[in-house]
C-alpha cells in the first residue's frame, strides 16, 4: 500500500461534509490495533477466537496488526508473513460479516529500514503501525519494560531519549500510516518515582506532536494497560489534546489485545477522550472512502 493519510484525507477541510456529528456517536466498533498467535510474544493469542469474540461483541472490523521486530528482545522472531496472511485469508472465509484488516506493527522501523521494507515487500498490509518499544541506553537497545524492574534507569531521562528517538521513527523513509502508543514507557513507570506527567515533557512531546502531523500519520490511541489516565492509556487525554492543536488530523484507536478476551477493552474511553480533544464521535465511514481501515480513523468533528 502507497497511500499516506493525507493523500487518503486530501487536504484539510475536504472532507468537512463526511457526516461527522456529535450525535451520531456509537460505540466504537473498530480496533486497529491486535495481535494474535503470529506475534512472537502473543503466547495466548488466536486469530479465530479473536474474530468469534469481535463477532460476539458486534464490532465492526479488526486489524491485525503483528509484531515486525528487529531488536534483540524479539531474541531473532520474525513475522512468518505468508502464514499470517494465509491464516488471515481463512478467517475472512469463515467471519464473512466482519471486516478484518491485515496489518503489522514495525518496531523501530527508523533503525532496521531494510528488514522493515523487506516485510512490507512480503505481502500486503492493509495498516502499518510505526512503534518505538526499546531506547538507546549507554550505547545499548533497551526495551522500556525494563524501567519497572531496573533500579538503575532513570525514567526521566529513559523517557527524554524516548522522545528523541521518536523522532528519528518519524523521519524514517519506511511507510506506515500509524504511530502507536506515544509515551510507551509511561506503562512501565517505577514506583518511588514521582508519577509521570505528561506536562513535564510537554516540549519533547509537542516536537513529536508537530513532525508526525507534518508526516501525516494518525495518533493512536492504544487501550492495552486499561483506561488509567495517568499511566495506561498511551498517549494521554492531554496529549491527545495537543494533538489536536497541533494540526493532527487523524485519530485510531486501538486495544493492543494480545488475547482474544482483551480485544476492544477501553475502545470506548479512547473514544470519549478522541471525541473531548475535538476529534469526532464516531469514525468518517463514507462510500468514498471504502476498502481501507483508514475509514475507521477519528478525524476533526
Ligand atoms: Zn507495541
Ligand atoms: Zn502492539
Known amino acids: 500500500?502507497?497511500?499516506?493519510?493525507?493523500q487518503h484525507f486530501g487536504s484539510p477541510g475536504a472532507d468537512?461534509?463526511?457526516?461527522?456529528?456529535?450525535?451520531?456517536?456509537?460505540?466504537?466498533?473498530?480496533?486497529?490495533?491486535?495481535?494474535?498467535?503470529?506475534?512472537?510474544?502473543?503466547?495466548?493469542?488466536?486469530?479465530?477466537?479473536?474474530?468469534?469474540?469481535?463477532v460476539e461483541l458486534?464490532?465492526?472490523?479488526?486489524?491485525?496488526t503483528e509484531h515486525s521486530d528487529f531488536t534483540p528482545v524479539a531474541a531473532g522472531a520474525r513475522l512468518d508473513v505468508a502464514g499470517y496472511l494465509e491464516c488471515l485469508?481463512?478467517?475472512?472465509?469463515r467471519f464473512p460479516?466482519?471486516?478484518?484488516?491485515s496489518g503489522v506493527e514495525l518496531g523501530e522501523p527508523h533503525r532496521f529500514p531494510e528488514e522493515a521494507t523487506a516485510v512490507l515487500g512480503q505481502g500486503t498490509f492493509d495498516l502499518v503501525l510505526?512503534?518505538?518499544?526499546?531506547?538507546?541506553?549507554?550505547?545499548?537497545?533497551?526495551?522500556c519494560s525494563a524501567l519497572a524492574s531496573n533500579p538503575e534507569l532513570d525514567p526521566g531521562s529513559v523517557m527524554r531519549n524516548y522522545f528523541r528517538e521518536m523522532l528519528g521513527l518519524l523521519a524514517t523513509p519506511v511507510e506506515f500510516q500509524v504511530l502507536a502508543h506515544l509515551e510507551y514507557p509511561k506503562r512501565y513507570w517505577p514506583a518511588g518515582h514521582p508519577e509521570y506527567r505528561s506536562q513535564d515533557y510537554r516540549a519533547e512531546i509537542e516536537a513529536v506532536l508537530e513532525a508526525a502531523a507534518r508526516r501525516?500519520?494518525?495518533?493512536?490511541?492504544?487501550?492495552?494497560?486499561?483506561?488509567?489516565?495517568?499511566r495506561s492509556l498511551c498517549p494521554g487525554p492531554e496529549v491527545v489534546r495537543w494533538w489536536r492543536q497541533a494540526g493532527g488530523r487523524a485519530v485510531a484507536i486501538g486495544s493492543d489485545a494480545h488475547q482474544p478476551e482483551a480485544l476492544g477493552a477501553g475502545l470506548d474511553v479512547a473514544q470519549e477522550v478522541a471525541l473531548a480533544a475535538g476529534f469526532s464521535?464516531?469514525?468518517?465511514?463514507?462510500?468514498?472512502k471504502p476498502g481501507s481501515p483508514l475509514a475507521e480513523l477519528l478525524t476533526p468533528g
Open 1 to 6: 500500500m502507497a497511500r499516506t493519510l493525507l
Open 16 to 54: 468537512s461534509d463526511a457526516g461527522s456529528h456529535a450525535d451520531d456517536r456509537e460505540p466504537a466498533r473498530a480496533d486497529l490495533h491486535v495481535h494474535s498467535q503470529w506475534s512472537w510474544d502473543a503466547l495466548q493469542g488466536s486469530m479465530e477466537k479473536t474474530c468469534a469474540r469481535a
Open 58 to 64: 458486534g464490532m465492526r472490523s479488526v486489524a491485525f
Open 89 to 93: 485469508t481463512r478467517c475472512r472465509v
Open 97 to 101: 460479516g466482519l471486516t478484518i484488516w
Open 130 to 143: 510505526g512503534s518505538l518499544h526499546c531506547v538507546e541506553i549507554q550505547g545499548r537497545l533497551v526495551d
Open 216 to 230: 501525516g500519520v494518525a495518533l493512536e490511541i492504544n487501550t492495552t494497560r486499561g483506561t488509567d489516565e495517568a
Open 281 to 288: 464521535a464516531s469514525p468518517v465511514l463514507t462510500v468514498s
